[in-house]
């Protein structure tokens, strides 16, 4: 299999185009022509001779992502994509358009290892990472469309399949990657990691200073209860977790998001949210409460209109800000949770 061009960074790029015998100026210009013009592919790079072109289609890929499927909802603003790689494995991201926000869902991994007991993914199972470079040619997939609708990318959620702490350098150097000035120049503000809590890489992610917006899968205001659908609270229990997430708002200066999807009967009733409440009390955080996306394997259901205010109204009371998510793409299977349910059916 060829290198995959998204897997440098501009000084790796550097060293390869030295090591082809070319000027080093000429990485920067494909850079450029990549990242900021978003061009897709050598042929299209018109300012390097054809014989070069031709050089850089042989030796490295452009293409790592060939579309499977692209299915777009009824009101048309969201598109989830069904990606095969190069080595015939399969993903999907999600585009949605909403008002001035065009945010896209991206992958970080084939599967995932988390098993989450309510989550398409985790029923999956965990096949393997993907790249720095698969993660970057989700993004510039995007970014191209949009740039054929006259729209731009605005925001980036990382909480398609996979956990992103998981693959956490590919994630941070598919990052780098975006945010590089030369290229997308693509504000760390405007990407959102979500992780399921693991402790060690939310240390090192709190150490590491950056501007990208932090989420932790909550689910539970229990150990009980997040140990029904969470296998991961095994190894890091919701008190050690939320003591991680308390020094992460307070190194950082930076607010948590805590999302919580709220399960009929299981996480979902006054006392739920009364506890939640107690524990996140005085922290910079914000809550995010989405009615469960029912999933093939997974029994529960998402809570009703009604006990989603009422737990809402709860932590209004106890001044916790919180908000109800907006549900999107749920006809296309483009929901949380709910990516490549629809393949292994
Ligand atoms: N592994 C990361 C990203 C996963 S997907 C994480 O755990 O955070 C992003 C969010 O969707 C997570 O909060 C995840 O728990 C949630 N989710 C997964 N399945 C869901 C479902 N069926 N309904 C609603 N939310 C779901």
């Excluded at 590919?170 to 405007?190: C, P, T």
């Excluded at 890489?201 to 590491?208: G, K, L």
Aim: glycine fraction near 6%.
């Amino acid at each position: 299999m060829k290198p995959l061009i998204n897997d440098f960074t501009l000084e790796e790029l550097t060293n390869q185009i030295t090591e082809m015998g070319e000027p080093a100026y000429r990485a920067k210009q494909i850079w450029q022509m990549v990242y900021r013009q978003l061009l897709a592919s050598p042929s299209d790079f018109s300012n390097l001779s054809k014989d070069f072109r031709q050089k850089l289609e042989d030796q490295f890929c452009f293409q790592p992502l060939i579309v499977e499927k692209d299915l777009k909802s009824a009101d048309e603003q969201t598109n989830k994509l069904l990606f095969r790689l190069q080595d015939g494995k399969m993903i999907e991201s999600v585009l949605m358009r909403y008002r001035d926000r065009n945010t896209i869902c991206i992958s970080t991994q084939v599967g995932c290892p988390m098993n989450c007991a309510f989550c398409a993914t985790g029923q999956m199972g965990f096949i393997r990472n993907l790249s720095a470079g698969e993660i970057v040619a989700q993004i510039l997939f995007f970014a191209r469309m949009l740039k054929s609708e006259g729209l731009k990318l605005t925001n980036i959620v990382v909480m398609g399949m996979g956990e992103p702490f998981h693959n956490y350098d590919a994630v941070m150097k598919a990052i780098d990657i975006i945010n590089d000035s030369d290229g997308m120049n693509f504000g760390e503000r405007r990407i959102t990691i979500s992780t399921v809590g693991l402790i060690p890489r939310i240390e090192q992610f709190t150490a590491a200073k950056r501007q990208i917006n932090l989420a932790v899968s909550l689910h539970a205001p229990s150990n009980a209860v997040r140990d029904k659908i969470i296998p991961a609270n095994k190894k890091y229990p919701l008190d050690s977790l939320l003591e991680a997430c308390r020094n992460y708002t307070e190194k950082t200066g930076r607010r948590i998001t805590f999302e919580y999807a709220l399960i009929h009967g299981l996480n979902d009733n006054y006392e739920n949210a009364v506890q939640l409440a107690k524990r996140l009390k005085g922290m910079l955080c914000h809550v995010n409460l989405i009615p469960l996306n029912s999933t093939k394997k997974y029994d529960g259901s998402g809570s009703n209109f009604d006990r989603t205010q009422s737990f809402k109204s709860v932590l209004d009371k106890n001044g916790i800000p919180c908000s109800v998510r907006l549900k999107r793409g749920i006809d296309i299977g483009a929901g949380c949770g709910q990516l490549l349910a629809e393949q292994n059916k």
